[in-house]
């Protein structure tokens, strides 16, 4: 059955008040949170400025969601994320500097400028799906990674995260149903950043919560507080760790805010303004485990200034690399649709240049 | 040569009795060699598996799985709920994943039911991220068996306006079973379309060679004639044929070019034949709008102009859903004597 979510995060109280992990790797999963946090503003920085061309769907607010569950998963494990989830790719292990090449519609870029922002994945290296727009289509994609680890008696699992508003589709209901069926090894995550665009929850599912859900499918569902990272990571521990035993799918609701709009270009004037307000000061995944880990003496001061800087550093290497790295050739547009062309799995040309 | 067989499709075109085996002299129906492709490739590449709707012990709609399950077991066998955008889903994770997966539809009309899965998943993800899926669907599509307006589609305009998918629609049981295997071997998504008028129908020798394979994008001339070239696919090729024996018995002799594949087109094959008699009649199934027939007459007002005497001829259905009434079917899709006059027409040019 579901669990019901702390109505507020007390850094103090931060996933029970005991520490889940290493320090090393604490201080690690700070530094991501830290990294993920300063790259979403400063994108959104640039997008208004008009340095960055495309798009951006900022997802501010939801680290401890994203970075959370995939803390828990191995490398060779299979992330199945949308738009909304770039941290969830780089706490994967995506180079940030390509990920900017991606946003510059680069030749560096996961998909060498194929798609834009936040749409990559990196199957061969990290093993992540390239995010599709259509919602929740990379759910019952992740039925079929989860297939292939049972039938070729793998010990991987696949981990799928989508919105509330995509709980809404047919395939979210016909993806979990069949993982259910055949006990698959798949962990099913709902960012539920309590909006979908302009449409909140209410106006999406007539139920309290989206984790009850589970009962239906038979699985277990469990609803947790996306503000403290560590309890969203102990959640998708247990629950990989179930599946990785043959015990079958779980479902997790991580419940946030959607700090900004939908995309770069929507202000969101329909989102509360108090509830807004409530979340970015209470509810802050960044900042709690921070707090809980200056607290705990995990780290100092200092030690945060100077995790800040590296994280500047690694934005502006990134930048540099991105505008540095030449545009696709325009004459390879129309290769590798097909494999036997070979455009995969040769280099590609570099002649595009730098200006545009 | 192939045999035309009579036989009783009965509704809805489904065969409920057994699949049946090859004659002792090696003839084989279309449905049996499919079936015979799918088995031989399962035998010879463990990564193959199948899945889809009443495929394990029923033995599918119509019977091609028949006896899969008892053999490579419910691993490689797997029954799944009725969920298409689902089925293919798994099918593309799976692949990425190194498995080889054949997907069953129960009739290719529910393909539109997993859509997007088909359009923006398998046909849209090698171009951007450079995994190659080699995921087979199949299913049967058409019409002519008095099964309306869900269980008639042809859906091969909707698949191949997309890209990155092929597609192939074979009309002959040696064609069925090497277009089959290259279809499971190629590391590309294969849409794979199989006509159920001609599942019981037509017979001929189909060779035993596990490696026999058939290239997909190569049509094939099935009748040589010099004054008009028909172009056409699937159970219009059996009815092309016919119209064309009919046809040379009044001195008219008309070439019959069967696309085998539909993307991607094999367009010498069907330049060649219409530099040789410099008339085409080219008879779809798909619909007049926007269908597949549009698209080759297209090729060859394109392409072939200075070889034409006479205007690009197009048969095909209008954009409406096919009929049940047998008098309604039989008015909407075309047949011989549709065929055998507007050949008669173009000839007149
Ligand atoms: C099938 C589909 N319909 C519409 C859209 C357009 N769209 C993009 S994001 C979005 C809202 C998604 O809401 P939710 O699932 O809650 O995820 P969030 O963006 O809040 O993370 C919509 C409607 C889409 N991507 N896919």
Redesign the interface.
């Given at each position: 059955m579901a669990t019901e979510v702390d109505p507020t995060t007390a850094p103090a109280e931060m996933s029970g008040g005991s520490r889940p992990l290493p320090d090393d790797e604490l201080v690690r999963m700070l530094h991501v949170l830290k990294l993920c946090r300063y790259f979403d503003e400063r994108m959104e920085a640039l997008y208004r400025q008009g340095r960055l061309p495309g798009a951006i769907y900022s997802g501010r607010g939801q680290e401890g969601t994203h970075v959370g569950v995939t803390w828990a998963l191995r490398a060779d494990d299979s992330l199945f994320p949308t738009h909304r989830d770039l941290t969830a790719q780089l706490t994967k292990g995506l180079d940030l500097k390509r990920v900017m090449a991606q946003f510059w519609g680069r030749i560096d870029g996961y998909t060498r400028g194929r798609d834009g922002n936040s749409h990559i994945g990196d199957w061969q290296g990290n093993k992540t799906f390239t995010v599709m727009s259509h919602l929740p289509i990379a759910y019952p994609v992740a039925v079929g990674a989860a297939l292939a680890y049972k039938l070729k008696g793998e010990p991987n699992v696949a981990l799928a995260i989508c919105g509330d508003g995509s709980t809404s589709n047919g395939r979210w209901h016909e993806a979990i149903n069949t993982s259910a069926i055949h006990r698959l090894p798949v962990v099913w995550v709902v960012n539920n950043n309590q909006f979908a665009y302009s449409t909140p929850n209410a106006l999406e599912f007539p139920i309290p919560t989206i984790a009850e859900r589970s009962v239906a499918y038979g699985i277990p569902g469990v609803r947790v507080d996306g503000g403290d990272v560590l309890e969203v990571f102990e959640a998708a521990r247990a629950a990989i760790e179930r599946a990785r035993a043959g015990d079958g799918p779980t479902l997790i609701e991580s419940v946030s805010l959607r700090w900004r709009g939908h995309a770069g270009h929507d202000p969101a004037k329909y989102m509360p303004d108090e509830l807004l307000q409530d979340y970015m000061a209470n509810h802050d995944p960044v900042r709690n485990l921070e707090d809980f880990l200056l607290a705990e003496g995990v780290v100092t001061e200092n030690d945060v200034d100077a995790l800040m800087e590296r994280v500047e550093a690694e934005f502006e290497q990134g930048y540099e690399y991105a505008l540095a790295s030449p545009f696709p050739e325009p004459a390879d547009a129309t290769k590798g649709l097909w494999v036997e062309d070979g455009y995969w799995t040769s280099e590609p040309g570099r002649a595009g240049g730098t200006e545009a | 040569m192939a045999t035309t067989v009579k036989l009783d499709a009965g509704a809805a075109g489904h065969g409920a009795e057994p699949r049946g085996k090859r004659d002792d002299d090696g003839q084989a129906t279309y449905l049996i060699a499919i079936a015979e492709a799918l088995w031989e490739e399962m035998e010879r590449d463990e990564r193959v598996?199948m899945l889809g709707e009443d495929i394990g012990a029923y033995g599918g709609a119509f019977k091609v799985t028949e006896g899969f399950l008892d053999r490579f077991g419910s691993?490689?066998v797997?029954d799944?709920?009725i969920?298409e955008?689902?089925i293919?889903?798994?099918?593309?994770?799976?692949?990425?994943?190194?498995?080889r997966?054949v997907a069953e539809f129960q009739y290719a009309d529910f393909m539109s039911s997993g859509f997007?899965?088909i359009a923006?998943?398998l046909g849209?993800?090698?171009?951007?991220?450079?995994?190659?899926l080699p995921v087979v669907l199949r299913g049967p599509s058409g019409g002519y068996v008095r099964a309306s307006s869900f269980h008639s589609v042809n859906p091969e305009p909707w698949f191949a306006y997309g890209?990155?998918i092929k597609i192939v629609a074979p009309a002959f049981p040696a064609d069925a079973k090497g277009l089959m295997k290259s279809a499971v071997r190629d590391?590309?998504p294969v849409l794979y379309l199989e006509h159920k008028w001609i599942y019981r129908r037509i017979k001929e020798t189909v060779p035993t060679d596990p490696d026999f394979l058939v290239p997909i994008g190569e049509a094939a001339v099935k009748r040589e004639g010099t004054d008009v070239s028909i172009i056409t696919s699937g159970a219009l090729v059996h009815k092309s044929l016919e119209a064309a024996e009919n046809l040379a018995q009044r001195g008219v002799s008309a070439e019959v070019v069967d696309l085998r594949t539909i993307v991607p087109i094999d367009e010498e094959t069907v330049l060649n034949s219409i530099a040789k008699t410099s008339r085409a009649l080219v008879v779809s199934e798909s619909y007049r709008f926007v269908g597949i027939g549009a698209e080759v007459g297209a090729t060859i007002a394109e392409k072939a102009f200075e070889h034409l005497d006479a205007p690009v001829t197009r048969l095909s259905p209008p954009n409406m859903p096919v009929p049940f009434s047998p008098t309604l079917e039989d008015a909407f899709l075309p047949q011989v004597a549709d065929i055998e006059r507007a050949v008669e027409e173009l000839s007149a040019w």
């Open positions: - | 598996y691993g490689r797997i799944t709920p969920a955008e689902t293919v889903g798994m099918a593309v994770g799976s692949a990425m994943e190194g498995l997966p997007d899965s923006t998943v849209r993800y090698h171009y951007r991220s450079g995994v190659p890209g990155g590391d590309n």
